[in-house]
């Protein structure tokens, strides 16, 4: 009964390659998040969808597409990867309240990415 | 330009004692406040918040303290427990703004 999970967990590949990674929410939340903790620790967000609608686009490569199919899902899809793309990324989902309004986000457990 | 630090990378405090950790904000339109902590190999879960209109907020263990004027908000954990060892994060936001995040500092209790 994970609340946020994320699959793969551990993702070793090529440069230049494709790949995805997949999150579930079952909490019944509307927005759903993907940051990026990089090699100095800082987590970044990437990426928020509230409702299945695209709403933070932060400067991130267009390599790498963000895909919504529901609202309890929220795939990345990264492109042609690069070695600086190597991180640990993780999920996250909250319930926008009132005024729109979020604070407390649900993580889910990263996807460590590493590139050859 | 980050906007959140943790200066301190690592704290190690004996169990029993105050840990106290420590987060700098640079900016003044933050209105809330937050303290993730992390294991290894798990995602950060939430701890304890604070909106900008308070100055102190307690649940159990962990109370976290806001002062507006030096743009900084510590957490505080009394008494450490062995368990308390994780990375912590904070974090702010304004508004309906994304959260940004300093990069953690790694606590660590001695028995």
């Known amino acids: 009964d994970t609340a946020v999970s994320q699959t793969p967990k551990y993702l070793v590949t090529q440069m230049g390659n494709d790949k995805s990674i997949k999150c579930e929410q079952n909490l019944g939340h509307d927005t759903m998040y993907w940051y990026k903790q990089d090699s100095k620790k800082f987590l970044k967000i990437m990426f928020s969808y509230n409702n299945k609608e695209l709403i933070i686009n932060e400067t991130v490569p267009n390599r790498f597409s963000p895909k919504s199919p529901d609202k309890a899902h929220l795939n990345l899809h990264i492109n042609s990867l690069e070695l600086g793309d190597s991180a640990v990324y993780f999920c996250?989902?909250?319930?926008?309240?009132?005024?729109?309004?979020?604070?407390?986000?649900?993580f889910g457990p990263g996807t460590r990415l590493t590139v050859l | 330009d980050q906007q959140v630090k943790q200066n301190s990378p690592s704290l190690s405090v004996q169990e029993g004692r105050i840990s106290i950790l420590n987060c700098d904000y640079t900016?003044?339109?933050?209105?809330?406040f937050l303290w993730y902590k992390k294991y290894p190999a798990e995602g950060p879960t939430f701890l304890i918040s604070i909106s900008s209109i308070k100055d102190k907020n307690e649940d159990g263990r962990f109370t976290v303290f806001l002062n507006k004027s030096a743009k900084h908000l510590s957490l505080h954990i009394v008494p450490s427990q062995p368990g308390d060892s994780a990375v912590y994060f904070c974090a702010a936001k304004r508004g309906a703004q994304k959260l940004v995040f300093g990069q953690g500092t790694r606590l660590t209790i001695n028995p």
């Open positions: 996250a989902s909250s319930q926008v309240g009132f005024g729109g309004v979020d604070n407390e986000q649900f």
């Open positions: 900016n003044s339109m933050f209105d809330y």
